[in-house]
């Protein structure tokens, strides 16, 4: 996934920026960087944080930095900022969101044979690179970036450091959130909201799909207005998002509330009690318990000093092993207990299958899982949940595929949240992670937590709905 921060101040602004961008460390998964304007020309670092907090690798930098205005990031596998000379002059840039048809595009910008990328890591073309190679193919930031926009497939957000200030564009369907703050002597923006309190900025606007702003220490200036239509990502509020965020003024925790406590109203599963597999499953757990007046427990204590969300390694043994080590778990709590879990999501289910096995190994009677979201089926187009994650390695596309004994069916069917080809697909995994009971969130249940119109909402990894 990734986010940003950017800053201009009458003052320096390297302070807000390394922490702002730092508020951001949930979201990535290999790489940080900052870039700063000062006096002496733009100033940049960039470090691999996939082994270790993006504080520790930049804490050591922050001398070298000075500057009124700046831009950082945390993101995937690419280099950013970049820093970039062009006709529209010397500028720092960074991206969030995905482009799937990435290569295509630079086959387009290789027949013009003036064409050249220089930031190739691993072999691939960066695809920050590639957004300002086609924004330098326009006479202005404006309709470079309406360009970026018009030519992928996938989503970009985009921020771009210029002596002229920062130019903040929210990706063409507002599939992931920018948002201005302030305070007095300074402007931010950033994709999360939660980086805003600490720093003493309010939040002031949330920008549109395909809006694009110039902020300033004048203010912030728009230079293309939103379009009218919205897709913005669901699985922010079930998972991505930092609790104290909010995007389109909904705040992530309080959705997570309304989702566990949806679930609650419609099941009649006989427990002892209630958790939340940490992190994001424990706002859900919370507002089921919650509905149900059931006991809240931790039967599993996350040890956080070390250990980040398993979904930042990109390698799946990796993930796995982070994901078993984080979790301690508690006897006492679950010895001779029918316990009712609830989680953001199931994806692969390698991981919470282990993870029950574990319970059962510690004496559970019963294990019951509660979902906070549908059954995942489609593989994301919009975002970078992962690069390398295939469509089929899905908990439930694997059972539709034992079900009809081929690859090729159309899961239109198990999209609905019911009949039988529905139920036959939920209790296939049930039975593969060893449940008691397994009740996924219905679609419209989730939608009415988040408080938004359906048809602002992207579903496609649910419904397959675009």
């Given at each position: 996934m990734g986010g940003f921060f950017g800053v201009v101040s009458k003052d320096d602004c390297v302070n807000d920026l390394y922490f702002g961008t730092d508020y951001h460390s949930h979201l990535g998964t290999k790489r940080g960087g900052m870039a700063v304007l000062g006096d002496q020309g733009?100033?940049?670092?960039?470090?691999?944080?996939?082994?270790?907090?993006?504080?520790?690798k930049f804490d050591g930098d922050l001398p070298k930095f000075s500057g009124r205005m700046g831009i950082g990031v945390i993101s995937d596998y690419e280099e950013q900022p970049l820093i970039i000379g062009s006709?529209?002059?010397t500028y720092s840039i960074v991206t969030v969101g995905v482009i799937k048809n990435l290569e295509a595009l630079a086959r387009?910008?290789?027949?013009?044979?003036?064409?050249?990328?220089?930031?190739?890591?691993?072999?691939?073309?960066?695809?920050?690179?590639?957004?300002?190679?086609?924004?330098?193919?326009?006479?202005?930031?404006?309709?470079?970036?309406?360009?970026?926009?018009?030519?992928?497939?996938?989503?970009?957000?985009i921020l771009i450091l210029t002596e002229d200030g920062i130019y903040?564009?929210?990706?063409?369907?507002?599939?992931?959130?920018?948002?201005?703050?302030?305070?007095?002597?300074?402007?931010?923006?950033?994709?999360?909201?939660?980086?805003?309190?600490?720093?003493g900025y309010e939040v002031e606007k949330f920008l549109g799909p395909?809006?694009?702003?110039?902020?300033?220490?004048?203010?912030?200036?728009?230079?293309?207005?939103?379009?009218?239509?919205?897709?913005?990502c669901a699985f922010l509020w079930v998972y991505y998002g930092y609790p104290p965020s909010s995007y389109e003024n909904i705040n992530v925790e309080s959705v997570r509330y309304r989702c566990g406590a949806a679930l609650a109203m419609k099941d009649t599963a006989d427990i002892d009690?209630?958790?939340?597999?940490?992190?994001?499953?424990?706002?859900?757990?919370?507002?089921?318990?919650?509905?149900?007046?059931l006991p809240y427990q931790r039967p599993f204590v996350k040890y956080t000093p070390t250990w980040p969300r398993s979904f930042m390694p990109q390698e799946q043994g990796i993930r796995d092993?982070?994901?078993?080590?984080?979790?301690?778990?508690?006897?006492?709590?679950?010895?001779?207990?029918?316990?009712?879990?609830?989680?953001?999501?199931?994806?692969?289910?390698?991981?919470?299958k282990d993870t029950i096995q574990r319970i059962y190994d510690y004496g559970a009677k019963e294990v019951h899982m509660r979902p906070a979201c549908p059954p995942l089926l489609y593989g994301c187009k919009y975002l970078n949940f992962s690069r390398s994650r295939s469509a089929l390695d899905l908990a439930a596309c694997k059972a539709i595929r034992e079900l009809e004994g081929s690859d090729e069916t159309r899961f239109s069917e198990y999209a609905l949240g019911c009949g039988e080809k529905y139920f036959a697909m939920v209790d296939r995994i049930r039975t593969r992670l060893g449940l008691?009971?397994?009740?996924?969130?219905?679609?419209?249940?989730?939608?009415?937590?988040?408080?938004?119109?359906r048809e602002k909402v992207c579903t496609f990894c649910w419904n397959g709905e675009e």
């Open positions: 733009y100033k940049r670092s960039i470090h691999d944080i996939s082994n270790t907090q993006f504080r520790s006709h529209l002059g387009e910008a290789f027949v013009k044979r003036t064409t050249h990328f220089s930031e190739m890591g691993g072999g691939g073309i960066n695809p920050t690179e590639l957004v300002a190679t086609i924004i330098n193919q326009e006479a202005n930031f404006v309709d470079g970036i309406s360009r970026v926009h018009r030519s992928i497939e996938g989503s970009c957000s903040a564009a929210r990706d063409g369907l507002g599939r992931t959130p920018v948002v201005i703050g302030g305070k007095p002597g300074s402007l931010a923006v950033s994709f999360e909201t939660c980086a805003f309190p600490n720093l395909g809006e694009i702003v110039r902020m300033t220490l004048d203010g912030v200036t728009t230079l293309k207005e939103a379009g009218d239509k919205m897709r913005i009690l209630v958790a939340g597999i940490p992190d994001s499953g424990v706002a859900h757990g919370l507002g089921y318990a919650n509905e149900s007046r092993l982070v994901a078993r080590m984080k979790l301690i778990p508690v006897r006492e709590i679950i010895h001779g207990k029918r316990i009712l879990f609830c989680d953001d999501s199931i994806v692969r289910g390698t991981q919470l008691t009971t397994l009740r996924y969130q219905k679609l419209e249940d989730l939608i009415e937590a988040i408080g938004l119109p």
